[in-house]
């Protein structure tokens, strides 16, 4: 631990403090010298001769050679001691001051005080907050009552079809009533005002149930190779926003977002359907008529048909989920885990930064606090480690390539491996004892195994040219994690070089940084500050006013003009070209 010389002047002005006061009442300091003005019975210690500027109240200058104490003057020099009585110092009562000021030197710099501000920022679980989404949905599911929907606790249509273009109209009106107060209110600071629509249970409870009472039989169903467990936990942020929005206000921490019980009262309306969760579960015909039937059931809302979507915030986060019927709401706030520009996934004009959110995977792997990264710090021997699946496409054909490259090396693992549990414990084993950790693209630009090594205090080292982060408006990443673009890592002996090349300092300055960035990634109920869904709700905040801009827009273009301004013109996030057959 390291304390800065300022720091060590304080403490000594402690050491001062201490010492006027055993020197007793009626005394004053100068050069940290006591003196009695009352009795000859005690005695001057000359203690350090430091001026101090804690005492600067108290300081006479030694031009004047004079002291003032209680509005009396005395004099300083030798000549005029009475009634100042100045006696030869005691060799065992200085002994006793100077043991007292090291001993209190020592337990200020050892004790917790001296570096609370630092331990503030090192990860750790809150034992009063759940971080597993299946222990969190076992506790949610035994406490809910599942509302009925002749009994609705806000203004939710049970049967939107019923719905006619004056209710829009008039919606339309109460919004413009309610946001032009604001503006003239000067009410600018506000929470995120959301409204959560009370949808069908076959949407929303319904789903969840269905996980709750499968999930132990299909611990080792597979899509692709990964469990479809691991699967829906990973996407499950429909899950860990929803719970919050909808929880009473005293349970809930955030202050960026509040839920609102009135459409004219909000400024965004989340819909609350399990999309990974119906894709994962249900076959195949009877998940694309359930994504039918919730398509309706919104698009018939009349928020929707005044927006056209734009204020309608969407999960979306596994890219095959509610592909089937997503043309049909491109214009709402997609929730998505990447945002891939190749066409595989997302077609073009569907996804955009302007509009849509990217978030993090849930991790698959246990955090790592302040206790594991103090004692792994002296462990983490390997240099590189990865372990996955190296044959991937689009993209994730790069893996294949790095695994050829860099397998030889004496201090980097590349393991082929699945997400299973056996898979799982491994991977949190060797991310524990790597000092970076791999991450390239998969089948989609990004994985969980950025979020993975993160928790896990390894430094992740991104091979994904087309790679989008979540919240980097607010996160700096290059604090966290080293970019490397695919032509340079492919190339014989250079990223192993440059790895090396790093600086020791560098690399525990981004430790450190991985420590304190790690709560950003950590869903939980309820949901904490500065976790991802705090993080959700800044984002949304900063891109409310565009939304409002292209809702206002729409509604007043004439048929005549241009096509509503869209960003699918824009060039995909590349940064290196591509890589050679």
């Known amino acids: 631990m390291s304390m800065s010389f ?9 050491f001062g403090w201490f010492s006027i006061k055993f020197c007793m009442d009626k005394v004053f300091v100068t050069n940290l010298t006591c003196y009695h003005f009352t009795t000859p019975r005690f005695k001057i210690y000359n203690l350090i001769p430091l001026k101090i500027q804690h005492f600067q109240h108290l300081y006479v200058s030694s031009s004047s050679s004079s002291l003032m104490a209680g509005g009396r ?36 710099l050892s004790s917790p005080s001296s570096y609370s501000s630092s331990n503030t920022n090192q990860p750790h679980l809150n034992p009063n ?15 809910t009552i599942i509302p009925r929907s002749h009994h609705l606790p806000d203004d ?82 429909d899950y860990w926003l929803w719970v919050d929005l909808i929880a009473p206000e005293s349970e809930r921490v955030l202050k960026s977002v509040v839920r609102v019980h009135r459409k004219e009262d909000a400024d965004l309306f989340y819909v609350p359907f399990f999309t990974t969760i119906s894709y994962f579960l249900l076959e195949k015909q009877e998940c694309k008529k359930l994504y039918r039937e919730a398509l309706k059931w919104i698009t018939d809302q009349p928020a929707w048909k005044r927006s056209e979507g734009r204020d309608h915030i969407f999960p979306i986060h596994h890219p095959w989920s509610f592909k089937s019927v997503r043309k049909y709401v491109k ?4 929730l998505l885990p990447d945002m891939d520009s190749t066409g595989n996934w997302y077609k073009p004009g569907q996804v955009s930064l ?45 893996r294949s390539k790095l695994g050829s490259e860099l397998g030889d090396a004496d201090d980097v693992v590349i393991e082929e491996g ?70 340079d890592a492919v190339q014989p002996g250079w990223l192993l070089a440059y790895l090396r090349s790093i600086k020791p300092t560098q690399i525990r300055e981004m430790q450190d940084y991985l420590a304190k960035y790690t709560r950003h990634f950590l869903y939980s109920h309820p949901a904490q500050l500065l976790g991802p869904e705090d993080l959700v709700w800044r984002m949304m905040a900063g891109k409310l006013t565009n939304i409002k801009l292209h809702i206002r827009r729409s509604q007043r273009v004439v048929k005549e003009s241009r096509s509503i301004c869209m960003c699918d013109c824009k060039q995909p996030n590349i940064t290196s070209s591509p890589l050679p057959p």
């Open 156 to 237: 939710t249509i049970d049967d939107p079809s019923t719905q006619d273009d004056q209710q829009v109209k008039k919606l339309d009106d109460l919004i413009w009533r309610k946001e032009t107060a604001r503006v003239y209110d000067n009410d600018v600071f506000s929470p995120i005002r959301v409204y959560v629509y009370e949808m069908p249970t076959k949407f929303t409870y319904d789903m969840l149930w269905l996980f709750h009472n499968t999930y132990k039989e299909t611990f080792n169903l597979t899509s692709n190779g990964s469990p479809v467990h691991r699967l829906i936990e990973q996407h499950s942020v």
């Open 418 to 487: 699945s997400a299973g549990e056996a898979g799982k414990i491994a991977a949190q084993s060797g991310m524990r004892k790597s000092v970076f950790c791999l991450s390239p693209a998969g089948d989609t630009p990004s994985s969980a195994r950025l979020f993975d090594a993160i928790v896990s205090g390894c430094i992740p080292v991104i091979v994904s040219d087309e790679l989008e982060l979540p919240f980097e408006g607010i996160l700096d990443y290059r604090r966290i994690s080293l970019f490397v673009s695919s032509s």
């Open 73 to 108: 003057q005395y004099s300083s020099s030798s000549s005029s001691m009475n009634p100042i009585t100045k006696i030869t110092r005691s060799p065992f009562l200085l002994t006793l001051i100077s043991l007292f000021s090291f001993f209190l030197l020592f337990h200020i």
């Open 331 to 334: 214009n709402a706030i997609w």
């Open 6 to 14: 300022s720091n060590l002047i304080n403490a000594l002005g402690l």
């Open 354 to 398: 302007e509009k849509d959110l990217i978030l993090p995977y849930v991790p698959n792997l246990d955090l790592c606090d302040a206790k594991c990264l103090a004692e792994s710090a002296s462990r983490r021997t390997t240099l590189l480690y990865f372990r996955g699946r190296l044959k991937r496409n689009a993209g994730g054909k790069i």
């Open 129 to 143: 907050v759940h971080y597993s989404f299946v222990n969190s949905l076992e506790i949610f599911l035994s406490k």
